[in-house]
């Protein structure tokens, strides 16, 4: 199977906005080279260490995450450093060396690497109501592709490899239409993105995706350029929303200080237009069960020979 990685990609950190002096929040990539974020030196390191993925939200709005992190700063009077990795893979493994504090993960990977990581649910979103999402299944609006069997023998994108909508709900999928991935579709490729997924769809650069339903739903909403050259024509069973998850190492009193920032945000005018701009409504507290659909779908997956390492940690 071939992989074709670099679909219109583009490096995130570009996309921050210069950072203007006084702000709590500092931007670091971390994509590239180099060693990884070392440890916190001591217990009087007061910075608050955050880390996203590159698909944690469309691209263009990485700047409101600078909006969301200085508010967070202020509230919890912290420096408030956030480190963008390109895969849900790399920035477990901040995780797992004590690098990082907090992170906006995919639901796929905190059930992934939740045992690996030791991450713990700290908050969720609420979108429109709701505190779960989808994976779409799109394809080109102008073509004639109405169901996945269609997609038999075509090109076909991915996101990040432990991506839940990117990613394992479409591998579900094709299994249960009698093949893997690498034998149903003639080529696959990994986006890094689900922006770059829609992009790809959208110019024809591949004949189908899967993506996050949030994302997609964003852009419909504010800006459909792209979106508008798409169809969905699939959409899975709901999973529970992309959590916030915290360190273990973080105290208990910074745990819960971290967490009521975020729980009470929608309760005053700044909080409130941050949460508008990002199109979430309020954070809530999550809960385990909101994923045990995924812990499912992984045990499909090892039924297969998938992520059987990742199945074992997840069910323990």
């Known amino acids: 199977m071939r992989h074709w990685g670099t679909v219109a990609l583009l490096c995130v950190v570009l996309l921050f906005p210069a950072h203007s002096q006084g702000d709590s929040a500092v931007f670091v990539d971390f994509s590239l080279r180099g060693?990884?974020?070392?440890?916190?030196s001591s217990p009087s390191d007061h910075t608050l260490r955050v880390a996203v993925g590159a698909m944690t939200s469309p691209q263009d709005t990485f700047r409101h995450y600078r909006e969301l992190l200085d508010y967070v700063g202020r509230r919890m009077d912290r420096k408030v450093v956030l480190i963008q990795k390109k895969t849900y893979e790399a920035l477990s493994r901040l995780f797992q060396i004590g690098a990082v504090d907090c992170a906006f993960v995919c639901s796929g990977s905190y059930v992934l690497h939740r045992r690996d990581a030791h991450w713990i649910l700290l908050a969720a979103p609420q979108v429109m109501g709701e505190t779960t999402y989808r994976s779409y299944l799109i394809v080109n609006k102008d073509s004639p592709y109405q169901t996945l069997a269609d997609l038999r023998g075509k090109t076909f994108a991915f996101t990040d490899p432990h991506s839940n909508t990117g990613r394992l709900v479409p591998t579900a999928w094709v299994l249960?239409?009698?093949?893997?991935?690498?034998?149903?579709?003639?080529n696959v490729i990994y986006t890094y993105s689900h922006d770059n997924s829609i992009l790809a769809v959208a110019k024809g650069l591949v004949d189908g995706a899967a993506v996050d339903s949030l994302i997609w739903d964003s852009y419909q909403a504010r800006d459909p350029t792209w979106t508008a050259k798409t169809k969905v024509i699939r959409r899975s069973e709901p999973f529970g929303i992309p959590p916030v998850v915290v360190a273990p190492s973080v105290s208990a009193q910074d745990r819960e200080r971290l967490r009521t920032v975020f729980l009470t945000m929608h309760e005053e005018p700044e909080g409130r237009a941050i949460l508008e701009r990002l199109r979430v409504e309020r954070f809530v507290v999550p809960q385990e069960q909101w994923y045990e659909?995924?812990?499912a779908l992984l045990r499909v997956l090892k039924d297969h020979g998938i992520f059987d390492d990742a199945v074992e940690s997840a069910e323990h």
């Open 293 to 295: 659909g995924i812990e």
């Open 176 to 186: 249960a239409a009698g093949a893997p991935p690498e034998r149903f579709f003639s």
């Open 35 to 40: 060693p990884p974020p070392a440890p916190r």
